[in-house]
């Protein structure tokens, strides 16, 4: 019980700084040339570019949008888990498998934690990855064409939240189980979920040359909730931290049954052992069925290929290779230093952040000091492993980042502000307050060996009073501090998309030379491509009428198609002929019951058009492409379905 | 004489340089395309600056009715051109050649030198027919056809040295490294002509 006074001492405790807080806007604006100082640091003129790409994740929005920093303009919103009509993703019949799963067509999810692929420990711009919460899944997503490549399902998988973080060379992206759930699935009473459901931690390699996805192994753990997780790097370099809550097993009124235990764990996961332990034949093959789904640009066309199998690991199989690290109250982020060395514990229901030693823990595993054991898996004991905590004052650590020169930076959840901190010496250097009820942090490259530590950005959970007021709904807003001086500087507010919960940030330089300008259409292998406007035809089979299409400033090749009947199921293949950057073209047809579609230069995308009545209906380009844009047109005659007319196509006579 | 000879042997080489290096380069810049289209005019042929860039002022000029732009195989100076270059240094090798072994003067030199500069001129002539042409001779269907300010149809030829505005357009015409290396080599044979008269004059 005492655990639940304390929660409650500290929610009162919070409303106080709430309130405390609207005293100071915390703008700077007391203090005019600060204010005018402040603009010149976050002020990117008309025609210059932006110092960082920023990649916020978009919550329930289930997309990942790129912002430039530190101006905080957004540049794009990439489709990722959701259906996005804007471009046709998850709409057209090439984008539609990338929505597959295991549960049939899933529009939408809750993407979370974005992170950028690595080598030797540092940012290489190759690839981001993002986690799908709800129906648990991991995308892959290029960053020369800033789309979504490749979504894996993760079975025996339940809130898939500890996820995605990679290894240092980008040889696992790792999703770990928020809830634990029976492996198996099967039928039984909730209420026997203590000791008979399992947290799967799941290892998934990413093939060096093309990003390809493969679920090499699950680690099948005791049933607690996984929450968050980092990789070790540099001196820990193969071992991976995972913080967990609810050790109780609680199955109901979570809030209070899963806040008991005085201590919860970070388990300290030592995947290259397990990787050695499955090379040499360990681990358990059970059936599975899980989606993997694959986008080419080549092909411009996703393909869902079913999964039937998955390799699980039971740890205790494999001495040496997990360890808990009691950590106190619930911890939420699991953050390691660039150096390695230590391992923060944000303990959420605490005042205190909790560090851990990667030295005292390795000397704790060969002294097998343990105290006691969860399931068959040593506990070291907390006093061996602690290297210190930072008695911060705040309330409600909820993650950290680092700056690179020995600083880390945490969010207070409950007493909304930043608190800067020195590793080592655990003495509180600034704090500042964020508006409001600030989540996740990011520091460019803070989750990497080599941080780039000019600014951080607080995402925010509550909105409130910083914006003009749309009504009951906002979205939610980011705040930018400058941390390159000793005291960190809010220098801007910026409205998000969705419900960013984590971000990741880099140079631009690292990204935008690479970034591609058009698909070449000499490369397009699309199935139903029309290379070459003469190609451009009308094919009937049965009541399936494909379309081929071409569009080149300002027309369509052909744009009058006679021969349709009420009935018919209506493929439209368009190929954009234009290899000149940003000319795509879009298409839309009266009746069509689903998206536009917005074809890039190069690119072919189908769209479904079922005619329901008689009539000559039009079509048209929905992206302002020239001057005679208004006149990119087109009609198609719908006969009745008993009409035996003749297909026909042309253009222009 | 053999010191005139020698250079002049070495001059008419650096024309070989056209083969490898475009002669005249065309610069496109609008607004709306901060990295400015661009054509190199290569003896055989046009090329893209960046690829794709004659696709799209193909794709832009049609709006006003202007041609495409000629491939090699539409104009018969695509292909004369490169054996008339050939041509012109292979001579200017002989000549210096036989410089050297004393059997025609240095005056040969100067002839070289009036020769190509009238070719020289002559293919700038007909180039800028061609530009003539590929400006003045409109589509009469073209999809925009614009007025100047006295009523006569808007044309739309580059300009064959320097920069002009058109439309939207800040077009800039330039000789390009060929011409500079047609232009150093030619300046070799006059220097070589003035050797030649230099030595034969302290004789
Ligand atoms: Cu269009």
Redesign the pocket.
């Known amino acids: 019980m005492k655990k639940y006074n304390y929660f409650i001492t500290a929610l009162i405790a919070s409303v106080l700084l709430l309130a405390g807080c609207g005293n100071q806007n915390g703008n700077g604006g007391s203090n005019s040339a600060l204010a005018s100082n402040n603009a010149e640091k976050v002020y990117v003129a008309p025609g210059e570019q932006d110092e960082f790409y920023a990649f916020l994740s978009g919550g329930y929005s289930g997309n990942l949008t790129v912002y430039g920093l530190p101006s905080g303009r957004m540049f794009k919103e990439i489709p990722v888990f959701s259906q996005f009509p804007t471009s046709g993703y998850g709409y057209s019949e090439e984008t539609k498998p990338m929505l597959n799963t295991s549960f049939g067509f899933v529009p939408w999810d809750d993407a979370h934690h974005p992170d950028i692929s690595q080598t030797n420990g540092e940012l290489d711009g190759r690839w981001i990855f993002i986690n799908g919460n709800n129906t648990p899944r991991i995308a892959r997503i290029s960053l020369s064409t800033f789309e979504t490549e490749e979504i894996i399902e993760i079975p025996n998988s339940a809130g898939n939240h500890s996820s995605s973080f990679i290894t240092e060379n980008t040889e696992y992206v790792v999703a770990g189980t928020r809830f634990s759930v029976p492996v198996p699935q099967r039928d039984m009473p909730i209420n026997e979920y203590k000791g008979n459901f399992k947290g799967a931690l799941s290892f998934i390699s990413v093939a060096p040359d093309n990003g390809r996805l493969n679920l090499e192994f699950q680690v099948m753990m005791p049933g607690f909730n996984y929450d968050l997780s980092h990789p070790g790097r540099g001196k820990s370099h193969g071992w991976f931290f995972f913080t967990t809550y609810n050790t109780e097993e609680a199955n109901s009124l979570m809030e209070v049954n899963s806040s008991q235990n005085d201590k919860d764990f970070i388990a300290a996961v030592n995947w290259k052992i397990i990787e050695e332990y499955v090379k040499n034949g360990g681990g358990k093959k059970m059936p599975a069925n899980y989606a993997h789904n694959v986008y080419s640009d080549e092909t411009h066309t996703g393909t869902t290929t079913m999964k039937k199998e998955v390799l699980t690991v039971d740890p205790l199989e494999v001495p040496g290779a997990v360890f808990f690290l009691p950590t106190p109250k619930s911890p939420h982020g699991c953050d390691v230093d660039p150096s390695g060395q230590y391992i923060i514990g944000n303990g959420k229901l605490s005042a205190d952040l909790t560090v851990h030693s990667f030295d005292k823990m390795i000397a704790a595993i060969e002294g097998k000091k343990f105290d006691g054991e969860a399931y068959g898996i040593p506990i070291l004991k907390f006093e061996d492993v602690l290297a210190g905590t930072v008695k911060s004052g705040g309330l409600g650590p909820l993650h950290t980042e680092f700056d690179g020169e020995g600083n880390a930076y945490t969010t207070f959840f409950i007493s909304s502000e930043v608190v800067k901190w020195k590793l080592g010496t655990w003495e509180v250097i600034d704090r500042k307050p964020t508006f409001y009820s600030v989540g996740h942090l990011m520091i460019p490259g803070g989750n990497s060996r080599k941080p780039f530590g000019k600014y951080v950005v607080a995402m925010n959970k509550i909105t409130k009073d910083r914006y003009l007021p749309t009504g009951p709904e906002m979205e939610h807003s980011a705040q930018i501090y400058d941390i390159s001086g000793e005291k960190m500087e809010l220098i801007y507010d910026f409205p998000t998309h969705g419900e960013p919960h984590y971000a990741a940030g880099c140079p631009a330089e690292l990204l935008a030379p690479k970034s591609k300008k058009i698909y070449r259409l000499d490369e397009n292998k699309h199935e139903f491509a029309t290379l070459t406007p003469d190609k451009a035809r009308v094919e009937r089979i049965g009541n399936e009428v494909h379309i081929y299409m071409s ?1 080149i ?2 027309h369509f090749t052909p744009d009058n198609i006679e021969g349709i009947k009420v009935g018919d199921k209506v493929y439209f293949h368009i190929t954009n002929h234009e290899q000149d950057f940003d ?4 298409f839309s047809i009266i009746g069509q019951n689903t998206s536009e579609l917005l074809i890039m230069p190069g690119q072919t995308k189908t769209s479904i058009w079922e005619p329901k009545k008689v009539g000559v209906w039009p079509f048209y ?6 001057a005679l ?1 208004q006149e ?1 047109q087109g009609y198609v005659r719908v006969s009745p379905a008993s009409s035996n007319i003749e297909l026909s196509w042309s253009l222009g006579d | 004489m053999k010191k005139a000879s020698l250079i002049m042997m070495i001059g008419p080489l650096f024309l070989l340089g056209l083969f490898a290096f475009p002669l005249w380069n065309i610069m496109l810049g609008a607004p709306q395309y901060p990295e400015p289209l661009g054509m190199n005019i290569h003896i055989d042929g046009i090329r893209d600056m960046n690829e794709f860039d004659l696709q799209n002022i193909d794709g832009l000029n049609h709006y006003i009715g202007m041609k495409t732009l000629p491939k090699p195989e539409d104009m018969w100076e695509f292909g004369t051109f490169p054996l008339v270059i050939g041509g012109m240094v292979a001579l200017g090798v002989l000549i210096g050649l036989l410089g050297f072994m004393g059997k025609v003067s240095y005056k040969w030199f100067m002839g070289w030198f009036v020769l190509m500069s009238v070719l020289g001129i002559l293919g700038m002539y007909d180039f800028n027919e061609w530009m003539v042409d590929y400006g003045t001779n409109l589509d009469p269907h073209a999809i925009m056809k614009l007025a100047n300010p006295d009523g006569t149809p808007m044309t739309y030829k580059p300009p064959l040295f320097g920069h002009a505005k058109m439309l939207n357009f800040d077009v800039t015409s330039l000789p390009s490294t060929g011409a500079w290396m047609m232009f150093t080599g030619m300046m070799f044979t006059v220097f070589a002509f003035f050797v030649g008269w230099k030595s034969q004059k302290s004789e």
Do not use: A, E, I, L
Not at chain 1, 621 to 626: A, E, K, N, Q, V
């Open positions: 569009t400033r300002s000319v795509p073209h879009g380009c929905t992206d302002f492409c020239s844009h990119m």
